[in-house]
């Protein structure tokens, strides 16, 4: 059976995923699970995000950032109050340099505008698990 | 509307519809609108905040809206339920949160509220009174508006 380099790569990992689309949620899910992901929460806001990081610790947060109750930003900072080795990975169409930039100081691991393709977010994804896990 | 968010609105628009639709989309005469209405079967509106307010609405009839939803979702789909209607809610997202950050990386200061999604109704009448951008762009699954209303009312 052939392989591809995705699968050959396959790290298990726990993550959670927080957007206000289900859509949007179902999508990445589908990127993470190819990637060895196991996806142990589903946030439709900032809030409940930071709910399931204390609870469940995940691996890998991946955070939309324009979300109602508590935007992504402001999740991305308390995550990183609680956690600062937390890996959290932004996926959001607000992709400008300052946003960028912002979540990178504030402790994101990496950046993925939407729309984007599974194999360019996979890349990306799996480029931060390897880093983040000494892989 | 100032001149200077016209080119950053109707290039992102564009791209992103192509992009999501894997199709090629062209793009009609780009009108403004003054006091007129925007109708829809389908409505997405995304509310636009920082330098000045506003808001960005995608209006389309109800077979373009279940062929977008089919193309996006992968599965055929018959009816727009709040699950399928979804999928054109991100849509708007997509198309707001990019044309924004265009703005953004010239210099402009704007973000984005969640997207809404309303069914055979018309846009809030305070819209009406405003200038717009339409934005009628042409594909497979048919013709989709993108109205802007940013600026001064």
């Given at each position: 059976?052939?392989?591809?380099?995705?699968d050959?790569?396959?790290?298990?990992?726990?993550?959670?995923?927080?957007?206000?689309?289900a859509?949007?949620?179902?999508?990445?899910?589908?990127v993470?699970?190819?990637?060895?992901?196991?996806?142990?929460?589903?946030?439709?806001n900032g809030?409940?995000?930071?709910?399931?990081?204390?609870?469940l610790?995940p691996?890998l947060?991946?955070l939309?950032?324009t979300?109602?109750?508590?935007?992504g930003?402001?999740t991305?900072r308390?995550?990183?109050?609680q956690d600062?080795?937390a890996?959290?990975?932004?996926v959001?169409?607000?992709?400008?340099k300052?946003?960028?930039w912002?979540?990178i100081c504030?402790?994101?691991?990496?950046?993925?505008?939407?729309?984007?393709?599974?194999?360019?977010?996979?890349m990306?994804?799996?480029?931060?698990?390897k880093?983040?896990?000494?892989g | 509307?100032r001149?200077?968010?016209?080119?950053p609105?109707?290039?992102?628009?564009q791209?992103?519809?192509d992009?999501?639709?894997?199709?090629?989309?062209s793009?009609?005469e780009?009108v403004?609108l003054?006091?007129?209405?925007i109708?829809?079967?389908?409505?997405?509106?995304?509310?636009?905040?920082?330098?000045?307010e506003g808001?960005?609405?995608?209006?389309?009839?109800?077979?373009?809206?279940l062929?977008?939803?089919?193309?996006?979702?992968?599965?055929?789909i018959?009816?727009?339920?709040?699950?399928?209607?979804?999928?054109?809610?991100?849509?708007?997202?997509?198309?707001?949160?990019?044309?924004?950050?265009?703005?953004?990386?010239?210099?402009?200061?704007?973000?984005?509220?969640?997207p809404?999604?309303?069914?055979?109704?018309h846009?809030?009448?305070?819209l009406?009174?405003?200038?717009a951008?339409?934005i009628p762009?042409?594909?497979?699954?048919?013709?989709?508006?993108?109205?802007?209303?940013?600026?001064a009312?």
């Amino acid at each position: 059976m052939a392989h591809s380099s995705a699968d050959t790569e396959k790290k298990d990992f726990s993550c959670i995923i927080a957007d206000d689309s289900a859509f949007a949620r179902k999508n990445i899910a589908g990127v993470l699970t190819k990637l060895g992901g196991n996806v142990v929460g589903e946030a439709a806001n900032g809030q409940e995000a930071l709910d399931l990081f204390g609870k469940l610790h995940p691996d890998l947060v991946v955070l939309d950032i324009t979300m109602p109750v508590l935007d992504g930003v402001e999740t991305l900072r308390k995550i990183i109050e609680q956690d600062k080795n937390a890996v959290v990975v932004i996926v959001s169409s607000l992709g400008h340099k300052e946003m960028v930039w912002k979540a990178i100081c504030l402790g994101a691991k990496s950046f993925v505008t939407k729309p984007y393709t599974a194999d360019y977010a996979g890349m990306i994804i799996r480029d931060v698990i390897k880093k983040t896990t000494g892989g | 509307m100032r001149f200077d968010y016209i080119n950053p609105l109707v290039t992102t628009t564009q791209e992103v519809l192509d992009c999501t639709l894997h199709q090629t989309v062209s793009r009609g005469e780009v009108v403004v609108l003054q006091g007129d209405s925007i109708y829809g079967d389908v409505v997405v509106s995304v509310r636009i905040t920082g330098d000045s307010e506003g808001d960005l609405l995608l209006s389309m009839d109800d077979l373009t809206a279940l062929r977008i939803c089919s193309t996006l979702t992968g599965d055929r789909i018959d009816t727009l339920t709040p699950e399928n209607l979804d999928a054109l809610v991100e849509l708007g997202n997509m198309i707001a949160g990019n044309a924004v950050s265009a703005l953004n990386d010239l210099g402009f200061d704007f973000s984005i509220l969640p997207p809404e999604v309303s069914v055979r109704t018309h846009a809030a009448s305070s819209l009406f009174k405003r200038e717009a951008l339409r934005i009628p762009l042409m594909s497979d699954c048919g013709e989709v508006d993108v109205n802007v209303f940013l600026g001064a009312e």
